[in-house]
């Protein structure tokens, strides 16, 4: 019978999942809260599960390969773009959480369709890290709202790293803006997952990974 902790052994021999702080996240934030109750039985499968509106929660192996790419670090903001049912939200909301008051960690949870914000809003609730301020839940267009959304809650130092989990056409220029330099993107395009570090202003060194599959971002652009 499929277990959380067979599923994530799994993800750690296919060579996915290494570190051992993301590993501690995969075991803390179980993915069955974050389905529907009609893919219950499939809730440790490694596959994606439709969560509605033709959106989908990623293949944990997909989830876990980001997150290795992206390094969340305790005490870090973190840009998340296309939050849909909640769990990479929730995932690196535990993995930014520092008892350290001055460098507390933050998550921005960008959602466009009204009724996934809020899902995934009750759904990290279920961690009190909503209640605990360290995931902000927003219905907004993650393409070109980022910057009225950093003013609305006074971020004025932009991110540390940005998640985006559905397929985009080209970076948009306000997440390039709105990232620190050393910073990290990463993001899916057709068929690949990049990984986008900041250099400078606007200048970026790119990785390449190919053999993914995203549902389309979701913009008003």
Request: charged share 25%; proline share 4%.
């Amino acid at each position: 019978m499929l277990s959380k902790k067979i599923l994530i052994k799994e993800i750690i021999e296919l060579g996915y999942l290494k570190s051992p702080r993301i590993i501690e996240a995969f075991l803390a934030i179980d993915r069955k809260d974050f389905v529907n109750l009609d893919n219950k039985n499939e809730v440790y499968s490694n596959i994606p599960l439709p969560i509605g509106f033709g959106q989908t929660i990623s293949q944990p192996l997909t989830v876990a390969f980001m997150l290795e790419l992206l390094q969340p670090k305790k005490g870090e903001k973190i840009l998340d773009i296309g939050s849909g049912s909640g769990w990479t939200s929730s995932l690196l909301s535990y993995l930014v959480n520092s008892e350290n008051q001055k460098s507390k960690g933050q998550v921005i949870a960008i959602e466009r369709i009204l009724e996934l914000k809020e899902l995934g809003e009750k759904n990290t609730a279920k961690y009190n890290f909503v209640k605990k301020g360290i995931a902000k839940f927003f219905c907004a267009d993650g393409a070109k709202d980022v910057s009225a959304i950093c003013s609305q809650i006074g971020l004025k130092d932009g991110f540390d790293k940005i998640l985006c989990s559905a397929t985009v056409k080209e970076v948009p220029q306000e997440w390039r803006e709105q990232l620190k330099i050393g910073g990290k993107i990463v993001v899916p395009f057709d068929g690949e997952i990049q990984l986008w570090i900041k250099k400078g202003d606007d200048s970026f060194d790119r990785q390449f990974f190919k053999g993914f599959s995203f549902v389309p971002l979701i913009s008003c652009i």
